[in-house]
């Protein structure tokens, strides 16, 4: 049966301790219509209407949907501030595409948003094979050796940035490591 047929079929006493039971697993209020809803077809295999478990929980439990309300999970958002060209570059692997043999890693600019290399590696979690990619982009790039401009207060190293930004990973060490040794 089709949820519609089921709510009209089922006692109102029957549909209405299905919500409350669910209800009563929630003593914080954080679950909304839909998992609620969920979560009865998941314990009793009954699917009721999203209108009928909403306008309980409308009845029972008002201040749950002042809790979740829209304002509540809006994200704080900053602009981007970059210095320019090569200022920060943002590495990163990416996994996804590791079970059909496929690990990525990437490098991109923060100021242009330009890719600056992308590569298939054998294994995008050996920080040797990372470092190595990281060093070429540098040295490809031209790096601390090649002329530099003064901007302002600040100098850019064309093909070297400023900051490095990455994950937390283990395969990312080396790559602090040459370049804090290489700034």
């Given amino acids: 049966l089709g ?7 089922l006692p109102g006493s029957t549909k209405w301790q299905l919500v ?62 970059s210095l320019g060209p090569h200022h920060q570059w943002s590495g990163d692997g990416h996994d996804k595409l590791s079970k059909i043999g496929f690990p ?7 100021w242009s948003g330009k890719w600056l290399g992308m590569w298939v590696v054998p294994n995008n979690r050996l920080k040797t094979s990372i470092a ?6 540098v040295h490809e790039l031209g790096g601390m050796f090649c002329e530099s401009i003064q901007v302002a207060w ?24 040459f370049a804090t040794a290489l700034r």
Avoid at 132 to 137: E, I, N, Q, R, W
Avoid at 154 to 161: A, N, Q, R, V
């Fill in 20 to 81: 409350l039971d669910q209800l009563a697993r929630d003593p914080l209020h954080r679950r909304g219509p839909r998992l609620v809803r969920e979560a009865i077809v998941a314990d009793t295999g009954h699917l009721l209407t999203r209108k009928y478990v909403m306008d309980e929980m409308r009845q029972h439990e008002s201040d749950g949907f002042a809790q979740r309300g829209l304002s509540k999970k809006k994200i704080s958002r900053q602009p981007l501030v």
């Fill in 154 to 177: 600040f100098i850019i190293y064309l093909g070297m940035p400023l900051q490095t930004t990455t994950d937390c990973g283990s395969e990312t060490t080396e790559v602090y490591c």
């Fill in 132 to 137: 190595y990619l990281y060093l070429s982009l």
């Fill in 104 to 110: 990525i890693w990437a490098i991109r600019d923060q």
């Fill in 3 to 9: 949820s519609g047929q089921l709510t009209r079929l």
